[in-house]
């Protein structure tokens, strides 16, 4: 059933691009937590709260960071069409679930930038495959850190190598603790490998290789008890490009905030030729994100951990329909996606 109507006084087609756009961007665990009111004037921005995972995310931080970045497509496809978003983010103020409201600021020039950045939306991808052994230039490294300062928070650029040295042993110490979690692992299991419902979920095909004693970084895995075969000699890149994504403060509206940023980085590392892939676990156990916060000089709040890198081509994870974003409003035909792979609603 259609849900899609107008909105900000866009046709409905304009609409349901601003929907797909948003609907690109990655989620932990591709759980695709965000959902839209379309009304005259305005777009809401709401999380959905079935696609929080309990165990690994329990307080909603990266499903804040996941809603972030898809409204930082929201933004970027507004500007496609040549309106200026203004946005104000409402985490939790209006309605349970509420995070942002976009309203039409204006027209917009759309410029070079902005069309780099939205042919990247549809190409961006987390890659867990090795990287080439090529050095990221660093002309791309202040490119990527200018994208996070332009969205009001910090990246890190982890190049010291004894700095390097205590987020290696604190990633796999998370990591450690995280493969030792029953809780954990079997919801990681019911987001991979084919077992998420229709729409969601990390296949199988974009899993990295299983984790090996040499590989320098302990990346998540999400083979789900098939390995993929690593063929001989495919070793992890040994000197990655590791950042760290910070805001400059905690909570709910420092989470959308470098949840925007997390997007404007990846789609401008895209836009660079650049993968990237994800090192979350540091930041989802609590001691050991406050030791890397310690580690960083205790001002500012780690939100993720990217390693960056030349990579190549790897498939796309599925996506919802766009109808099934939209948030029914009464006398509004609704569609009847349903969700909740993982039993956790
Ligand atoms: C906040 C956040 C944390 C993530 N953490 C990890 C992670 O620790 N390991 C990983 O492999 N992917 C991680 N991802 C990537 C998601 O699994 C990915 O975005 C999702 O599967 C959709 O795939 P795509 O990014 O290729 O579109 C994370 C994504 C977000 C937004």
Not at 150 to 169: P, Q
Not at 179 to 201: I, K, M, N, Y
Request: hydrophobic share 40%; proline share 8%; charged share 20%.
């Amino acid at each position: 059933m259609n849900a899609v109507v107008s909105a900000l006084g866009l046709a409905e087609d304009d609409v349901r691009g601003v929907l797909e756009a948003a609907s690109l961007a990655p989620s932990i665990h591709n759980s695709q937590p965000w959902r839209f009111v379309l009304r005259p004037d305005r777009i809401e921005l709401r999380s959905d709260e079935g696609g929080r995972l309990r165990a690994a995310d329990p307080g909603g931080r990266e499903l804040r960071l996941s809603c972030g970045a898809a409204l930082f497509n929201v933004r970027l496809a507004l500007q496609g069409l040549g309106i200026r978003p203004l946005v104000t983010l409402v985490p939790g103020r209006t309605t349970p679930g509420a995070l942002a409201v976009i309203r039409r600021g204006g027209s917009f020039t759309t410029t070079d930038e902005t069309r780099a950045l939205l042919r990247a939306v549809g190409r961006r991808r987390t890659n867990r495959h090795p990287f080439t052994d090529a050095a990221v230039p660093d002309g791309h490294r202040v490119q990527v850190v200018r994208a996070a300062e332009l969205e009001r928070s910090w990246l890190h650029v982890v190049d010291d190598r004894a700095e390097l040295a205590v987020l290696r042993g604190l990633v796999r110490q998370a990591n450690r603790r995280q493969l030792a979690d029953p809780t954990v692992q079997a919801e990681l299991a019911a987001w991979t490998g084919g077992r998420a419902s229709p729409g969601h979920g990390v296949p199988r095909a974009s899993a990295g290789f299983v984790p090996e004693p040499q590989d320098e970084w302990a990346l998540r895995d999400f083979s789900s008890g098939a390995p993929v075969e690593r063929p001989s000699g495919k070793d992890y890149e040994p000197s990655p490009l590791v950042v760290v994504l910070c805001s400059f403060y905690d909570g709910p509206l420092g989470e959308l905030q470098a949840g925007q940023a997390l997007q404007r980085v990846l789609l401008s590392a895209t836009a660079l030729g650049l993968s990237a892939s994800f090192l979350s676990q540091v930041i989802e156990v609590d001691g050991t994100r406050e030791g890397l916060r310690r580690a960083l000089g205790g001002s500012l709040f780690p939100q993720t951990v990217l390693r960056l890198g030349f990579g190549s081509p790897v498939p796309r994870t599925p996506r919802l329909p766009v109808d099934d974003l939209v948030v029914p409003l009464p006398g509004v035909p609704a569609s009847t996606g349903s969700r909740n792979p993982g039993g956790t609603r």
